[in-house]
């Protein structure tokens, strides 16, 4: 039995030699990545569309967008006081309309804000894309000549979808491109929704 019991235990040790030796394996691996820079290709100013395709309407408050910025002063029916509003809408009656929705009481004091300007980060941004802004521009309008750019869909929107998006409700500038008009119309209803994407 001693015999045995040596020769496999000598056995046993190598078998236990041999299972404690793990393979290594090693991978390396490199990654290399580029800058590619987003600048205006279109030479000059972008085209806005024609403001045929609103009928020619204009914006009250300023800009090339399609809706002006009301104040609306009206009853709230449970404190019985004067709450004021601010709207974005195409004239003072739908501005009106908005207040009714939101539950204000008439009569309405209404009168026209300004359209807010670019701030000073937009201008910076857009400048180092390569755009030219227009003097009047508004923020809204500064925001769509960028996405134009770093959409690559710097040529100016259809009339035909301009016209149609404008008639469906979509409030947006001149100045946007196909892309975000259509990403715009997404929170208009499944029927007018529809209008806008046919008239693409």
Known sequence: ??????LFGTKQTKLSQQASIVPTLEIST???????????????ALAATSVSAWDGYAS??????NYGRFQVVGKNPITNRKNKRTYEA?????????AEAAGLLGPFEVSVLPALPPTD???SYAKDLGATIPGDACKTDVSAIISRITDEDEEPASEHLARTAHECGVKFSRYHGRKAILALARDLPSKEYSKVLRAM
């Not at 490199?30 to 000059?44: L, N």
């Not at 009250?60 to 967008?65: F, I, K, Q, R, T």
């Not at 195409?90 to 908005?98: D, H, L, S, T």
């Open 121 to 123: 980060s937009q201008i």
């Open 30 to 44: 490199s990654f290399s990545s580029y800058y590619v820079e987003v600048r205006q290709k279109t030479p000059g």
């Open 1 to 6: 039995m001693g015999f045995l019991a040596k």
């Open 60 to 65: 009250p408050s300023g800009g090339y967008v």
């Open 90 to 98: 195409r004239n003072e009656e739908e501005a009106c309309k908005c």
